[in-house]
């Protein structure tokens, strides 16, 4: 007899590696597969264990999902060791344009968040961007730089179909990614 899992819509059980850096979440509605530092890489890494782990979860489950959305989300703290730069040498975002801010500034930045949601017209993607200065060491500068990306179905898909928009999802994250920073910012 194959366990039950009873879960209330808000509940989830979060399995995670013995070091500590994978989890997989499970939730009547969300499945999500997430890894900490260090990120070895979508295709190197998660990807498999994407197609490893979600038809075990199942298995056990004794569940045959359909999907009707999933998402790919990086989330990063970029730090900067330096204090007095300019931010457009690392990043190619609007908001690291002097112009974006109120005259009544005197372009002295001590933190800034900006956040950016966007739907495609043609694709049902939506964009959400968040990019923000956070706490640093001394003499130095960090920024949160999180990019979340969510493809809704037009009818609810088989994991394998699901799997396929994911890895399509991802290259669309990664070209995000790339536009934001710059070669210094990579360094």
Do not use: C
């Not at 994978?22 to 498999?48: D, K, Q, W």
């Not at 994991?159 to 995000?176: F, G, Q, T, W």
């Amino acid at each position: 007899d194959s366990p039950t899992l009873a879960l209330s819509p808000n509940e989830r059980v979060v399995f995670i590696s013995d070091d500590g850096i994978n989890r997989l979440s499970v939730a009547p509605t969300m499945i999500g597969l997430h890894r900490g530092r260090p990120y070895i890489g979508f295709e190197e890494e998660l990807l498999p264990r994407i197609q490893r782990d979600l038809p075990r979860v199942f298995e056990v489950l004794d569940y045959v999902p359909t999907i009707s959305s999933i998402a790919v989300r990086y989330v990063n703290k970029i730090v900067i060791n330096e204090v007095g730069f300019d931010l457009s040498e690392y990043f190619l975002y609007w908001g690291a344009e002097a112009s974006a801010l109120p005259d009544s500034f005197d372009g002295t930045i001590a933190g800034f968040f900006y956040r950016t949601a966007a739907k495609r017209t043609n694709h049902p993607e939506n964009l959400s961007l968040t990019f923000a200065s956070v706490d640093a060491p001394k003499d130095s500068a960090a920024f949160l730089l999180d990019i979340d990306l969510t493809h809704t179905f037009d009818s609810s898909v088989e994991v394998r179909e699901a799997i396929e928009k994911l890895i399509d999802l991802k290259v669309v994250e990664n070209s995000i990614f790339e536009s934001l920073i710059t070669d210094k910012s990579r360094d």
